[in-house]
């Protein structure tokens, strides 16, 4: 007998340097913070800053079996061969983000899913702050998906900085907050809240 559960998964790529494995290791924080279930599992490319790095996150109401993920829900693609490599293994009417700065939207191919461009480089730097691109995109995931509160994130930041980089702190919310703000005024909602989605054995709607 099959029961329903919440269960959400997401791959989230880019190049090293890029923040990848940060956001995904912050939303994995906030999730446990709001006492969900949570694999986080990072992996490098050959070179820290420049090559591959790409992270996936599950977050599941159940104990979760296996952090591998084939067919996320979610995909944020941070730069092109990001997206080449895992834009076609989103679910059907699962949710591909692309970082529209450096993708080409021509090179998104798929009908079935639902598109989220956000620009995130140019946000980052019409704020004058280059590297809070990856927190302007996660800002926007949250906003979009629901998957977690923003106050979960924000008292996740602790956790992910090293003390002596507490500092940033403030400037990593207000970017996480700008990218926000730039669904709310820019993307028209079409996701229902988090809570709403029961996937069934991990294999259900996005």
């Known amino acids: 007998m099959t029961t329903n559960r919440f269960y959400y998964d997401i791959i989230i790529a880019g190049f090293g340097g890029q923040g ?95 598109l989220l461009a956000i620009p995130v480089n140019d946000i980052a730097n019409e704020n004058g702050n280059p590297r809070m691109a990856n927190m302007i995109a996660l800002g926007a995931f949250i906003e979009k998906t629901k998957l977690v509160e923003m106050s979960s994130v924000f008292n996740s930041l602790e956790k992910v900085f090293d003390e002596r980089h507490h500092g940033l702190i403030p400037g990593n919310i207000k970017a996480i907050e700008i990218g926000a703000e730039y669904v709310k005024n820019n993307i028209t909602p079409t996701l229902p809240p988090s809570h709403q989605r029961l996937c069934h054995n991990g294999e259900g709607e996005g």
């Open 20 to 114: 990848v494995l940060a956001i995904g290791n912050l939303l994995a924080y906030a999730a446990m913070n709001e006492g969900r279930h949570v694999t986080y599992l990072p992996t490098y490319g050959v070179e820290m800053r420049g090559g591959t790095a790409n992270c996936t996150v599950v977050i599941s109401s159940n104990e979760i079996g296996s952090p591998i993920v084939q067919r996320p829900h979610a995909s944020i693609s941070m730069n092109l061969p990001s997206l080449l490599k895992y834009g076609s293994r989103v679910l059907p009417n699962g949710l591909l983000m692309v970082n529209s700065s450096l993708i080409d939207l021509k090179e998104v191919t798929r009908n079935d899913i639902e």
